[in-house]
């Protein structure tokens, strides 16, 4: 058996991994966008670097557009088979996939206009919004801790892996020839402090595991104390500079999470009077799918909804749907918070809230999760003077603040306590993906000192035969 590694390969973004069995059978976890290095990641989203009608099984980790982002892409080139996932997952990816190409159409447009002017060649979107609606036939589902054999050889068991609702470590159980492998695939691994949904469970022995590594040499603040650096944020910036609070946010977990943060205030009496709007269509569908999936949430958070049935709505939230409403939140001239995807601002309607107020020193441009170092959110992150935003230049005169609180991923000691449940001695290899380079290697560092062994970075389409 071979597992080769087309994404997230010494790199964040675009989760693709494909297992060969001695057969020729192929099997895929995870068909996620490349994100964050502007121009370069074009050519790896439009190739996949194996051929769509070579695979036999798909199995989607979670809905994050970098692990499920080409899933229209994959299907529209040739994959005919289902994609097998968890029913959140699944109903996150009904809008997630339609929001993703909608964002393509959309920017691409403003690029064309820019490529135009240079006289340069135009392009197209990698997808459309009907390639999206025409892969979901293919999504089915199975629940939690359930094993279902999805062909004759391969058996699939989903258990929780606490990043954001309906994400799962994939645990395989493969019959190749005359014998059986046991892999583990992580996809993201979530904290043990989240505020919504639950934390990562222990998954079943493995003999080969594909673990993420994002925040493989960080740690998380510890209290995290959510409440009290947004509420520091939000009246440093909106009540004594009476500037607006723009905040970058995937639609999904880490959007509803701030909105519970600020609800929870607003409960407690300690909101200042200012008006809060969610500006995401996607993040109003995660929302809902949110409210639909509760079984999924924590204990804590079942117990806070019985005194407050909705932890996502307050008197002065307001959810912006339309293009019209979203345009007219660039007239407010009071002090507001605004929050609009995506995550590392590389696409969506946050590029256009952050044209009309990154070179106002009023303003605040909050950061509550993982940027990749070259995403429009890490350069901010890091510094930058001066950004791009569909084509031109912006200087930074907002403040940048960054708030680690929110983030979805475990940090290194989380990851490991995740992984702990595994005997180290029965595990034959471990392959780190989803990190960048330096962030890996400091992990698989920590990991040999835990007595981890055989630990392997692999590289961009590498292969290993286990």
Request: proline content about 5%; aromatic content about 8%; overall charge neutral.
């Given at each position: 058996?071979?597992?080769?590694?087309?994404?997230?390969?010494?790199?964040?973004?675009?989760?693709?991994?494909?297992?060969?069995?001695?057969?020729?059978?192929?099997?895929?976890?995870?068909?996620?966008?490349?994100?964050?290095?502007?121009?370069?990641?074009?050519?790896?989203?439009?190739?996949?670097?194996?051929?769509?009608?070579?695979?036999?099984?798909?199995?989607?980790?979670?809905?994050?557009?970098?692990?499920?982002?080409?899933?229209?892409?994959?299907?529209?080139?040739?994959?005919?088979?289902?994609?097998?996932?968890?029913?959140?997952?699944?109903?996150?990816?009904?809008?997630?996939?339609?929001?993703?190409?909608?964002?393509?159409?959309?920017?691409?447009?403003?690029?064309?206009?820019?490529?135009?002017?240079?006289?340069?060649?135009?392009?197209?979107?990698?997808?459309?919004?009907?390639?999206?609606?025409?892969?979901?036939?293919?999504?089915?589902?199975?629940?939690?801790?359930?094993?279902?054999?999805?062909?004759?050889?391969?058996?699939?068991?989903?258990?929780?892996?606490?990043?954001?609702?309906?994400?799962?470590?994939?645990?395989?159980?493969?019959?190749?020839?005359?014998?059986?492998?046991?892999?583990?695939?992580?996809?993201?691994?979530?904290?043990?402090?989240?505020?919504?949904?639950?934390?990562?469970?222990?998954?079943?022995?493995?003999?080969?595991?594909?673990?993420?590594?994002?925040?493989?040499?960080?740690?998380?603040?510890?209290?995290?104390?959510?409440?009290?650096?947004?509420?520091?944020?939000?009246?440093?910036t909106c009540i004594e500079k009476g500037g607006k609070l723009i905040i970058p946010a995937f639609s999904v977990g880490?959007?509803?999470?701030?909105?519970?943060?600020?609800?929870?205030?607003?409960?407690?009496?300690?909101?200042?009077?200012?008006?809060?709007?969610?500006?995401?269509?996607?993040?109003?569908?995660?929302?809902?799918?949110?409210?639909?999936?509760?079984?999924?949430?924590?204990?804590?958070?079942?117990?806070?909804?019985?005194?407050?049935?909705?932890?996502?709505?307050?008197?002065?939230?307001?959810?912006?749907?339309?293009?019209?409403?979203?345009?007219?939140?660039?007239?407010?001239?009071?002090?507001?918070?605004?929050?609009?995807?995506?995550?590392?601002?590389?696409?969506?309607?946050?590029?256009?809230?952050?044209?009309?107020?990154?070179?106002?020193?009023?303003?605040?441009?909050?950061?509550?999760?993982?940027?990749?170092?070259?995403?429009?959110?890490?350069?901010?992150?890091?510094?930058?003077?001066?950004?791009?935003?569909?084509?031109?230049?912006?200087?930074?005169?907002?403040d940048v603040r960054k708030i680690n609180a929110f983030s979805a991923h475990g940090d290194y000691e989380e990851m490991?306590?995740?992984?702990?449940?595994?005997?180290?001695?029965?595990?034959?290899?471990?392959?780190?993906?989803?990190?960048?380079?330096?962030?890996?290697?400091?992990?698989?560092?920590?990991?040999?000192?835990?007595?981890?062994?055989?630990?392997?970075?692999?590289?961009y389409k590498q292969h290993f035969q286990i």
């Open positions: 058996m071979e597992i080769a590694f087309y994404g997230a390969a010494q790199q964040v973004t675009g989760s693709k991994h494909v297992i060969t069995l001695k057969s020729g059978k192929r099997i895929l976890l995870d068909c996620g966008l490349f994100q964050g290095k502007g121009s370069q990641v074009d050519g790896l989203n439009r190739h996949f670097g194996f051929n769509p009608k070579d695979i036999d099984l798909f199995i989607l980790s979670h809905a994050h557009i970098d692990h499920s982002g080409l899933i229209p892409k994959l299907v529209k080139e040739g994959y005919e088979g289902k994609i097998w996932c968890t029913p959140a997952t699944r109903d996150l990816c009904e809008f997630m996939l339609l929001d993703s190409a909608h964002i393509q159409e959309s920017d691409i447009k403003y690029i064309n206009l820019a490529l135009k002017e240079r006289g340069k060649p135009l392009i197209k979107p990698i997808y459309t919004i009907e390639d999206a609606k025409a892969c979901m036939s293919s999504f089915y589902t199975i629940p939690y801790n359930t094993v279902k054999q999805i062909d004759e050889d391969v058996w699939v068991e989903f258990t929780d892996a606490g990043h954001i609702l309906g994400s799962a470590v994939v645990n395989l159980r493969i019959k190749d020839g005359m014998h059986y492998h046991r892999i583990a695939f992580t996809g993201d691994l979530g904290r043990y402090t989240n505020r919504i949904i639950r934390t990562p469970q222990d998954f079943p022995q493995c003999d080969f595991l594909i673990a993420e590594s994002t925040y493989g040499n960080r740690l998380h603040p510890h209290p995290p104390k959510p409440k009290e650096k947004l509420l520091e944020v939000v009246r440093s880490r959007t509803q999470e701030i909105v519970s943060v600020l609800n929870d205030l607003e409960f407690e009496g300690q909101m200042p009077p200012i008006k809060v709007f969610v500006d995401s269509p996607m993040a109003i569908d995660a929302t809902e799918v949110m409210r639909e999936h509760s079984d999924c949430f924590n204990e804590d958070m079942q117990r806070f909804m019985q005194k407050d049935p909705d932890p996502f709505g307050f008197s002065r939230l307001t959810y912006v749907r339309s293009v019209d409403e979203s345009k007219a939140l660039n007239d407010i001239k009071e002090p507001c918070i605004i929050i609009s995807a995506s995550g590392m601002i590389e696409g969506g309607r946050i590029k256009h809230h952050l044209i009309n107020s990154i070179e106002n020193k009023k303003n605040t441009i909050l950061i509550v999760g993982y940027c990749s170092k070259s995403s429009v959110g890490g350069q901010l992150v890091n510094g930058a003077e001066e950004v791009s935003l569909f084509g031109k230049p912006y200087k930074v005169r907002a490991i306590r995740t992984i702990s449940c595994q005997d180290k001695q029965i595990m034959k290899k471990i392959f780190l993906v989803h990190g960048d380079p330096e962030v890996m290697e400091d992990y698989r560092a920590t990991l040999l000192q835990r007595d981890f062994h055989n630990i392997y970075i692999p590289d």
